[in-house]
Structure formats: structure tokens, C-alpha cells
């Protein structure tokens, strides 16, 4: 495990770069800047898993990117985290608790659209099935949690 990690923290829901990542089934909750610029120094830019909350609701599965997107040739640091739950509503505005668990990979760059959406969906897996190894279930539960 890296040394930074577990990473806890905490922010406001806000508007992202509107790409349409819901359209494409995945998408992501954004922290505002200045929890981006919170970020240890030391963490890595690419993609991540842990658990995550919004307000005091259950607590989820999540992958989050971190980065800069090469894809999409940003020019700002963005922290995106897609919670593996099927929400009824939006919740913009709405304070989302994350605990950063383990590192998946760097940030790439990809040829299409869809590459990008297939290494997404596989990030998921991974995700998926090693939260449940009891190095990280136990995080579910928490005190950081509400
Ligand atoms: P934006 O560019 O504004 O971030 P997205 O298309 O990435 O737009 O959609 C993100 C929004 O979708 C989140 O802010 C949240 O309100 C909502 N949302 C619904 N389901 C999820 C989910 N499972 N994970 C993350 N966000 C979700
Ligand atoms: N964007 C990239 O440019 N390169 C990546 O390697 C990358 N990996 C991602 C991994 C996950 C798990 C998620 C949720 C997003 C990732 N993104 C990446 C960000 C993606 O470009 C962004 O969410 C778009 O809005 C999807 O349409
Ligand atoms: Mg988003």
C-alpha cells in the first residue's frame, strides 16, 4: 500500500466538465478545487478505489480518477469518483465523504471513446472484487462514516 493511503476526505458535490459521462453509464461525482489542491503532494495521478458516502446515506463501492485527463486534454486537476450504485437523483451540492483505498493504474491516454469506456469498466471490476478482501471491507464501516 502507498504510504498516503488510506486517503480520507470530503467535499461538496459540484458541477464538472459536463461531458456527458452519465450518457456513457458512468457518472462522476466532482470535488471542488480546493479539494484537489488538498491532495498530499506525494499522491499519484490515476485511478483509485475506496468507499464512498453521500450526506449520511450507505456507504458504496467507488473508483475515482484523478488527474488530468489525457483524453480530454484538460487543463485542470480534477478528482471524479463513480460510485458503483444505481442512484435514483443527482446529488450536486450534496456533501460526498470518499476513503481512498488502493491505486489501480496511471492515467492513460486512448485512441477512441470507447477504449477509454472498456478500461473504465475493467477498473470497476477490479474495484468490485477487491473490496472485498479484508484488508479494505472493514472501511465500510468506518467511524469517518456518519
Ligand atoms: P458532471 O460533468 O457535472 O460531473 P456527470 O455526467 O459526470 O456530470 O454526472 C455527475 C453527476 O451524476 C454527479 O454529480 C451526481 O449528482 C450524479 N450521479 C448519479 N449517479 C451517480 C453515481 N453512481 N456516481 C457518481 N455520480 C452520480
Ligand atoms: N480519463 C482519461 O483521460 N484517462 C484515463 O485513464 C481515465 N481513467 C478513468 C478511470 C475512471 C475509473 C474514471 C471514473 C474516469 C477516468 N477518466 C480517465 C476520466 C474520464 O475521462 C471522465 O470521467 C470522462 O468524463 C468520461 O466521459
Ligand atoms: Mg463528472
Not at 453509464?25 to 478505489?49: D, H, K, Q, R
Not at 480518477?65 to 443527482?90: A, C, R
Amino acid at each position: 500500500m502507498k504510504t498516503y493511503l488510506p486517503h480520507f476526505t470530503t467535499g461538496m458535490v459540484v458541477k464538472g466538465f459536463g461531458r456527458g459521462s452519465k450518457q456513457l453509464g458512468i457518472p462522476t461525482a466532482n470535488f471542488p478545487e480546493e479539494v484537489v489542491n488538498n491532495l498530499p503532494e506525494e499522491m499519484e495521478t490515476g485511478v483509485y478505489y475506496g468507499f464512498s458516502q453521500v450526506d449520511d446515506g450507505p456507504v458504496y463501492k467507488m473508483v475515482m480518477s484523478i488527474g488530468w485527463n489525457p483524453y480530454y486534454k484538460n487543463e485542470k486537476k480534477s478528482m471524479e469518483t463513480h460510485i458503483l450504485h444505481k442512484f435514483e437523483e443527482d446529488f450536486y451540492g450534496r456533501l460526498l465523504k470518499v476513503v481512498v483505498l488502493d491505486y489501480v493504474r496511471p492515467e492513460m491516454n486512448f485512441n477512441s471513446l470507447d477504449d477509454l469506456i472498456d478500461t473504465i469498466k475493467s477498473d470497476i471490476s477490479i474495484a468490485e472484487k477487491n473490496l472485498d478482501k479484508p484488508e479494505f471491507v472493514g472501511f465500510q464501516k468506518h467511524e469517518f462514516f456518519s
